[in-house]
């Protein structure tokens, strides 16, 4: 098994900061591409970024020129950095990681999500 688990949410002013992690452990050979994904209440889950192994990255329009993904293969670890957020930001932010876990192949895991919320 895998689990993700993300930190860094909360609450901010628009214009503010706030910087994402979500670490992978478990069963874990390597993991190819990771990414951020969000929820709006009463919305469909939208991509966010994401970044491969190698670190070629891919963002959603809204996210592009704000938002900044990376990770660290070492730990097993991706992160996004979130600056002049706007309210049309706040959601539920869920991590993703495509991992493969070797004689099992390879399988989509999530983390359980972390709110953010920007206010006005």
């Known amino acids: 098994q895998v689990q993700l688990v993300e930190s860094g949410g909360g609450l901010v002013q628009a214009g503010g900061s706030l910087r994402l992690s979500c670490a992978a452990s478990?069963?874990?050979?390597?993991?190819?591409?990771m990414g951020w994904y969000r929820q709006a209440p009463g919305k469909q889950r939208e991509l966010v970024a994401t970044i491969t192994r190698g670190g070629s990255t891919n963002y959603a329009d809204s996210a592009k020129g704000r938002f900044t993904i990376s990770r660290d293969n070492a730990k097993n670890t991706v992160y996004l950095q979130m600056v002049s957020l706007k309210p049309e930001d706040t959601a539920v932010y869920s991590c993703?990681?495509?991992?493969?876990?070797?004689?099992?192949?390879?399988?989509?895991?999530w983390g359980q999500g972390t709110q953010v919320t920007v206010s006005s």
């Open positions: 993703n990681a495509e991992v493969d876990q070797l004689l099992v192949g390879v399988r989509d895991y």
């Open positions: 478990g069963s874990i050979f390597s993991i190819n591409a």
